[in-house]
């Protein structure tokens, strides 16, 4: 079992930044990769970023590529996303998640998740 515990999101204006974070804790040995989604009223979980938890490569949905940066610390199991020029369209629900068995970018490669941290960007 793998817990994630999600935290700092928060009402930002537009234009503005925003970092969230994401400590796991249990069987974190057995993670390969670690992820943000994110989710809004109506749509359907998207994926945002990723990061390999042995080699620390990166992955990035396009439409926050440039603008987001996820990065993670195994000391502390953590994992960060940092989030530049906010736009109105990037309030959701960010969920951190866990893949402990295969690599991806879609919501079932991922095991464990978290309970969500809102951010919401004012225009």
């Known amino acids: 079992q793998v817990q994630l515990v999600e935290s700092g999101g928060q009402l930002v204006q537009a234009g503005g930044s925003l970092s969230v974070s994401c400590v796991a804790s249990g069987r974190t040995f057995n993670i390969l990769r670690m992820a943000w989604f994110r989710q809004s009223p109506g749509k359907e979980r998207e994926f945002v970023a990723a990061?390999?938890?042995?080699?620390?490569?990166?992955y990035y949905a396009d439409s926050v590529k440039g603008r987001f940066t996820i990065s993670k610390d195994n000391a502390k199991n953590t994992v960060y996303l940092q989030m530049n020029s906010l736009k109105p369209e990037d309030t959701a629900v960010y969920y951190c998640?866990?893949?402990?068995?295969?690599?991806?970018?879609?919501?079932?490669?991922?095991?464990?998740w978290g309970q969500g941290t809102q951010v919401t960007v004012s225009s």
């Open positions: 998640a866990a893949a402990l068995t295969r690599v991806g970018v879609q919501p079932f490669d991922y095991n464990y």
């Open positions: 990061v390999s938890w042995g080699t620390s490569s990166t």
